[in-house]
């Protein structure tokens, strides 16, 4: 994985999705594109690597700074879910006759 930044459009962004949680009480991802909704119970998100919905309580994000990709969520995380599965990489012609 290329964890260096890329230049796209003029700004700085990140190009990989990863996601690191510490003791269930605070959660960082990279690759987000953009927040759905939030609340203390859920953050709804969309990720380089697909919906993204993080459930919890008293969540609260302590930091988002879209330019570079990056969203910090504190509180008590109880589950994270893909909404959907990121498109493979490779031959159009292999995507569409699979």
Known sequence: MNDRPAIEGGTLRLRTH????????????TGVKDVGSF?????????DGGGLTVEG?????????LDE???IIEG???AFEYDDVPV??????????H
């Open 18 to 29: 990863s996601i690191h949680i510490d003791n269930r009480e605070l959660m960082s991802i």
């Open 39 to 47: 609340n203390e119970n859920e953050v709804i998100l969309m990720t």
């Open 57 to 65: 309580t008293s969540l609260h994000i302590t930091k988002l700074n």
């Open 69 to 71: 990709g990056q969203i």
């Open 76 to 78: 008590q995380i109880i």
């Open 88 to 97: 493979q990489k490779g031959n159009i012609f292999a995507r569409m006759f």
